[in-house]
């Protein structure tokens, strides 16, 4: 492993509610080798959700702060409202010292860390079908239906971008998606 390399920087995306968060917590719960990223946003912290674990939840004038430093590998507002990021230095550290490192995060900001990091493993995730889409989105109950119809809108174009990625993995079943994923890694997959 070269100083200037970074092979065991993993980015997996995908459209809205293809599964990301569920694939990313039973990879944390699984395999402990593997570093798992904390995005920073300002949004509120859904039900459950702890600060520095499923998130570093700050506010907008903090956020923008980090971004105007440089301190962000990526960010990006979605869906129109709240702002999203991994802070680079966390990735860079982590990569450094040799860990399997896993950044999931939205389309935007895989096509940032893109430019920045192009050697790092592109994965994309998705559904089995547009209709299982749907049906998991809405099934969640946690947006509106207003909300519900700006993210299906938002999740056609993210499925356009596929073929931007190195690697697709179907979520059809969480644990064999994800012993794919960190067979990518390099990892061996544990045995069920």
Same mark, same amino acid.
């Given at each position: 492993?070269?100083?200037?390399?970074?092979?065991?920087?993993?980015?997996?995306? +995908?459209?809205?509610?293809? +599964?990301?968060?569920?694939?990313?917590?039973?990879?944390?719960?699984?395999?402990?080798?593997?570093?798992?990223?904390?995005?920073?946003? @300002?949004?509120?912290?859904?039900?459950?959700?702890?600060?520095?674990?499923?998130?570093?939840?700050?506010?907008?004038?903090?956020?923008?702060?980090?971004?105007?430093?440089?301190?962000?590998?990526?960010?990006?507002?979605?869906?129109?409202?709240?702002?999203?990021?991994?802070?680079?230095?966390?990735?860079?550290? &982590?990569?450094?010292?040799?860990?399997?490192?896993?950044?999931?995060?939205?389309?935007? +900001?895989?096509?940032?860390?893109?430019?920045?990091?192009?050697?790092?493993?592109?994965?994309?995730?998705?559904?089995?079908?547009?209709?299982?889409?749907?049906?998991?989105?809405? +099934?969640?109950?946690?947006?509106? &239906?207003?909300?519900?119809?700006?993210?299906?809108?938002?999740?056609?174009?993210?499925?356009?971008?596929?073929?931007?990625?190195?690697? @697709?993995?179907?979520?059809?079943?969480?644990?064999?998606?994800?012993?794919?994923?960190?067979?990518?890694?390099?990892?061996?997959?544990?045995?069920?």
């Amino acid at each position: 492993m070269t100083a200037k390399s970074h092979p065991t920087v993993t980015v997996l995306a +995908g459209p809205t509610a293809v +599964g990301k968060g569920t694939i990313s917590t039973y990879i944390r719960d699984n395999y402990p080798e593997v570093w798992l990223s904390v995005s920073a946003t @300002t949004r509120d912290p859904r039900p459950g959700e702890k600060d520095g674990v499923h998130y570093y939840f700050v506010g907008p004038e903090a956020f923008a702060q980090l971004v105007e430093e440089g301190q962000m590998l990526e960010w990006a507002v979605v869906h129109g409202r709240n702002s999203y990021g991994t802070i680079r230095s966390k990735v860079e550290e &982590a990569a450094a010292a040799g860990k399997h490192v896993l950044l999931e995060i939205d389309l935007q +900001g895989a096509r940032q860390v893109k430019k920045s990091m192009p050697e790092a493993k592109f994965v994309f995730l998705a559904p089995p079908s547009w209709d299982e889409l749907v049906r998991r989105l809405v +099934g969640r109950g946690t947006e509106s &239906a207003e909300e519900q119809q700006r993210r299906l809108e938002t999740a056609k174009l993210e499925l356009a971008a596929e073929p931007e990625f190195d690697v @697709t993995i179907v979520n059809d079943d969480i644990r064999r998606a994800a012993d794919e994923l960190v067979s990518l890694m390099g990892l061996e997959p544990h045995a069920h």
